[in-house]
């Protein structure tokens, strides 16, 4: 029997350490505080207003999908808690605070704070009030346009004040000149207004405007561009007798573009306008477009906002040909094969099998006889007074009778294929041959015969299948001679060195060709621009995150400021010091599919020429797209238990609840150029090095520990680097695992030990054989169940995953559960492509090693619920409670695309699978009958050519 003062003591002791845990668990749950936000599930199709905000991030009013946020890549919809989903929003316009005033078609004016968390409405506007229009003027005042009158609001109030003079009329937009008077487009005629001087505003008195139906206006200087029903007004403000009219359709919105030179919008497309000589005139940008809102962003890129056609950039206008016009040779109906360009006392262009010469002002073909069959012309030179052409077939003459003959030379070659042709400084002419070397033929032999010419073969380093694919002389004079497998020599009277190549790295690409400048050398190659320093010492590689559109450069020349560098994604243009980046992606008229080798030339004005198979093409800076260097980098969304939510910071510290089961945190670096290509790298708790993220930022985060964890992300673009500062991730940790926790329940425990000993010593002395003996029966238990475990392995030897015993028996836990709780089921069957001949072609061990690499990819990548065994050979199958077959087919597709990733040794091409899906009932046999349908649906993936995802419902029954 124990004394009650004891028990008292013991209740007390365990009530306390019972409160403590309870305390340190649930009373000290940190919340996320973060605005929960949703994605669309379709693109918007009707878009009424877009603005940007301080961070970058472009904003749209959508009429059906409500208040969007565009990163570049991605859509998150953003509502009012007290707003409908059926509301219809009109307006969007951010502020110096960086908040956002969103309006509705009759649901009010909102305010959305710069934390993008807190919604507030604006009070004093009618209940029904239909907003048009949104001004933001340079006092800070938001001038309000509804279908009933104008208001406005004052900085820093929520209650907006009616504007009596236009009281009822239907204000359709506003514009503000250079001295703050404001010109508001109503239903009635247009308005001016003094805000300084409200008692001066007044209706501008013109027979044109009176009772008219404004539909928008725009104020550039002294010059009024005014849009009504059917008919732009010009005005100069200062001459009211200078108006003219031009007709035009229903234009909605209008954005000055330079002086003299308006965007319009209007129901039937976008207009460019412009003012030539005292003549209003125009030009169709695109057509069959109801543009609505006009936004050009902080990097200078329009963005229309339209009603049937979403948020769209405003693409560049068609190129422009290369004059004389080419179009009698080559167009988009007949394109054909060009060669590199030539200058000599006149132009030449290389097009297949013939030459052209412009002479006179236009080109003149000029065709090899049909007994030389040759294939393509590389280049034109003048060797004194021969003017020479390089070939496939050799060397060629043009003859007093303009024939192209050959030019017998005294060496004797397998294939006389000229890939290059050059004059060095001493006057020697330097033939570049495919596999065979160079030809040098010396200064003397263009005042001979012909038949005199003394041509000596040089064998470059004694590598004589080494082939010349360009040569270059630079300003000093020096001749360079660039191989095809990247060696680099220098030509010097009858020899040539070699004095560079290639690590091991780079020598697995071919090289295409090179500029020679005087204190540096580009080399153009498969693995990207490789600048030498003058030294040679020095070799970097320029690629896809330094700028350039594609990795493979084909062409590269130089103008009197820039440097152009040609792919097969784009046309890249810097400062040699490497600055003023421009980027130029496909465009109207032209196709970079269609791109010559070596098909950049420089024109004067720092103008280029651009050769495709379709035409020829000038380029100039206004053509192509600075790259921003002030790009931002921002966490634009976040996954918590698949929760989506948005925050507004990158860095900083972010409280998360106690539990993280799984975090998906979004990264994107705001650039709105798809053509500039971004890699993404991060680092975790502080590591040294950077490890890759590819072109996608988004990290998934599973079971995060209680403690704080830190996160840096970087991003590469443009020959930039932004990184975000530090991102510290804080999980509560429980009282009881806090220092201060751990030394109270530590002296409450020994408090507790020491009564529950003094009440129980004589009692466990008594109990002390007993135990001893439970002690060893369940020591023996546990020994045998250990040796069963063994005997009995539930992994696969190879993976390391669960074999198909161990699937099996977790499948039938899982059913049991479901027939209480009735959640979705779904089984997938993977299997991996081409697997026979991997192990084929490689040997088994590569195969070990892709089973081995896919299967530590799956473990990283799934969630911890799922199940996942080696089902048999190359096939996997996974479980994937609480989810249903659309989520599962999400994930996978994330799978699919990610494990192109992966590397595996020895291993050429990406690892590729082909999945199969199907859900899992709850009856008795119903796991078999889900692999039964997932194998159905694998094997119509690999029928249907492999690499993809089939759900059980698509996929129709095969014979086998």
Request: charged share 20%; with cysteine.
């Amino acid at each position: 029997m124990h004394s009650y003062p004891s028990r008292i003591l013991l209740l007390l002791l365990a009530v306390l350490v019972c409160g403590l845990v309870f305390w340190s668990t649930i009373g000290h749950a940190v919340q996320l505080h973060a605005a929960k936000v949703e994605l669309p599930e379709t693109m918007p199709a009707v878009v009424y207003g877009v603005t940007q905000d301080q961070q970058n991030f472009q904003w749209l009013a959508a009429e059906f999908d409500g208040l969007l946020r565009f990163d570049g890549q991605q859509y998150l919809r953003f509502a009012p808690p007290a707003l409908s989903q059926s509301a219809s929003y009109s307006q969007v316009i951010s502020d110096s605070q960086n908040q956002l005033w969103v309006g509705t078609w009759g649901s009010g004016l909102w305010r959305l704070d710069e934390l993008r968390k807190n919604w507030q409405q604006v009070t004093a506007l009618p209940e029904d009030a239909q907003i048009q229009s949104l001004h933001l003027s340079s006092t800070e005042v938001l001038w309000i346009g509804t279908t009933h009158g104008l208001y406005q609001l004052a900085s820093g109030s929520m209650h907006a004040e009616p504007f009596q003079p236009l009281a009822g009329q239907r204000i359709w937009h506003l514009a503000e000149q250079g001295n703050g008077t404001l010109w508001v487009a109503t239903s009635n005629g247009l308005y001016q207004l003094f805000p300084a001087a409200v008692e001066k505003s007044d209706w501008l008195q013109h027979e044109v405007f009176n009772q008219q139906e404004i539909r928008t206006v725009e104020v550039s200087d002294q010059l009024l561009l005014v849009g009504l029903r059917a008919h732009l007004a010009l005005l100069d403000i200062s001459k009211p007798e200078s108006l003219q009219l031009f007709g035009f359709g229903n234009p909605n919105t209008i954005l000055a573009e330079s002086a003299g030179s308006w965007l319009v919008g209007s129901i039937d497309g976008m207009f460019r306008v412009w003012l030539a000589g005292s003549e209003l005139q125009s030009e169709l940008l695109l057509p069959a477009i109801d543009v609505r809102h006009i936004l050009r962003d902080k990097f200078g890129q329009i963005w229309l906002g339209s009603r049937n056609s979403g948020l769209l950039p405003l693409m560049p206008s068609p190129m422009r040909a290369v004059k004389p016009d080419l179009s009698a040779f080559i167009s988009s109906d007949k394109p054909r094969r060009l060669g590199p360009s030539s200058l000599t006392s006149t132009r030449w262009q290389a097009l297949e099998q013939t030459l052209l010469q412009l002479k006179n002002g236009q080109w003149h073909e000029l065709m090899f006889m049909a007994e030389y069959p040759v294939a393509y012309v590389r280049d034109v030179v003048e060797f004194g007074p021969h003017t020479l052409a390089s070939t496939d077939k050799g060397l060629f003459r043009l003859n007093d009778r303009r024939h192209f003959v050959p030019v017998p030379l005294n060496i004797t070659l397998n294939r006389l294929n000229i890939e290059r042709m050059a004059i060095s400084a001493d006057g020697a002419l330097w033939l570049g041959l495919w596999e065979e070397g160079v030809i040098r033929i010396p200064a003397e032999a263009a005042t001979q015969h012909i038949m005199d010419w003394q041509a000596v073969q040089l064998q470059p380093g004694g590598k004589a299948q080494d082939g010349i694919v360009d040569i270059q002389i630079d300003a000093r004079q020096r001749l360079w001679l660039l191989s095809r497998q990247g060696r680099l020599y220098l030509g010097e009277q009858e020899s040539m060195t070699l004095v560079w190549q290639p690590d091991s790295v780079l020598a697995t690409g071919y090289f295409q060709c090179m500029l020679a400048e005087k204190d540096v050398l580009w080399l153009c190659s498969d693995r990207g621009l490789i600048r030498l320093s003058q030294d040679l010492t020095e070799a970097k590689v320029l690629g896809q995150a330094e700028g350039l559109p594609d990795q493979r450069v084909i062409g590269i020349t130089r103008t009197d400021h820039f440097i152009w560098v040609l792919t097969r994604n784009g046309v890249l243009s810097f400062k040699p010091d490497g600055t003023q980046l421009h980027l130029m992606a496909g465009r109207r008229g032209l196709d970079f599919n269609r791109v010559q080798l070596k098909g950049l030339r420089a024109l004067s004005g720092d103008k280029v020429q651009l050769a495709t198979s379709t035409g020829i093409w000038q380029l100039s800076q206004d053509d192509m797209t600075p790259v921003p260097d002030n790009l931002q980098l921002h966490l634009t969304s976040m996954r918590l238990n698949r929760q989506l939510f948005s925050l507004t910071q990158s860095s900083g510290s972010i409280q998360l609840p106690k539990s993280v089961d799984e975090l998906q945190l979004q990264f994107q670096l705001l650039t709105f150029q798809p053509h500039l290509r971004v890699q993404y790298f991060f680092r975790w708790q502080g590591q040294q090095e950077w490890n890759a993220l590819g072109q996608d930022a988004l990290l998934t985060l599973s079971q995060l520990a209680p403690g704080t964890h830190r996160l840096e992300i970087m991003a590469r673009a443009g020959g930039q680097e932004v990184r975000t500062e530090p991102l510290v991730l804080h999980v509560p940790i429980p009282f009881w695992q806090r220092p201060a926790g751990i030394a109270l329940l530590g002296v409450l425990s020994a408090m507790l030990l020491f009564g529950l000993h003094r009440l129980h010593t004589r009692r466990l002395e008594q109990r002390a054989a007993a135990l001893d003996l439970v002690v060893a029966q369940r020591t023996a238990e546990l020994e045998q169940v250990n040796r069963q475990l063994k005997l009995q392995s539930n992994t696969d030897s190879l993976t390391g995953l669960l074999n198909r015993r161990a699937l099996y028996a977790a499948a039938a836990l899982l059913q049991a559960q479901r027939c209480r709780t009735t959640s979705p089921l779904t089984l997938v069957l993977m299997d991996i492509d081409h697997f026979k001949q991997i192990n084929d072609c490689h040997g088994h061990h590569i195969g070990d090693a892709a089973l081995k690499t896919f299967a530590s990819f799956l473990k990283k990548r799934l969630r911890g619920q799922d199940l996942i065994a080696r089902w048999g050979g190359e096939e996997f199958l996974l479980l994937m409670p609480q989810t249903d077959l659309q989520q599962a087919a999400h994930l996978m597709e994330e799978l699919r695309v990610g494990m192109q990733q992966l590397n595996v040794p020895e291993l050429t091409t990406p690892l590729s699978a082909t999945f199969g899906i199907s859900p899992v009932a709850t009856q008795a046999d119903a796991l078999e009958q889900a692999v039964k349908a997932a194998d159905m649906a694998l094997y119509q993936g690999k029928a249907l050519g492999r690499d993809r995802i089939v759900l059980a419902s698509q996929a129709e029954p095969s014979k086998h």
